[in-house]
């Protein structure tokens, strides 16, 4: 089993920026992919930015040019950096890793247990 925990939500004004962590702990795992996800109150769960296996990064529209993904496999930890917030990134966000464990298929989806962030105008 892996466990994921988030941290680094809040409130912050518009204009402002936040860090979300995400660590992954266990035993015998290896990451495949990592991604950040978000859900407003009433909206589906939405892709913001992601790691794919195959490398490169996928952003949202709405976030390119003001959020970065990025990710430390020694600390099997990703990051989603957000500037420029503005009211309508307020949600909660939710990171998700593709697991694999002893390097073997199948691929596991993992979870975190989400943060919240709120932008105020």
């Known amino acids: 089993q892996v466990q994921l925990v988030e941290s680094g939500g809040g409130l912050v004004q518009t204009g402002g920026s936040l860090r979300l962590s995400c660590a992954a702990s266990?035993?015998?795992?290896?990451?495949?992919?990592m991604g950040w996800y978000r859900q407003a109150p009433g909206k589906q769960r939405e892709l913001v930015a992601s790691l794919p296996s195959g490398g490169g990064t996928n952003y949202a529209d709405s976030v390119k040019g003001r959020f970065t993904i990025s990710g430390d496999n020694a600390k099997n930890t990703v990051y989603l950096q957000m500037h420029s917030l503005k009211p309508e990134d307020t949600a909660v966000y939710y990171c998700n890793l593709k697991i694999l464990f002893g390097g073997a298929l199948p691929i596991y989806n993992y979870w975190g247990q989400g943060t919240q962030v709120t932008v105020s105008s």
């Open positions: 266990g035993r015998s795992f290896r990451i495949n992919a």
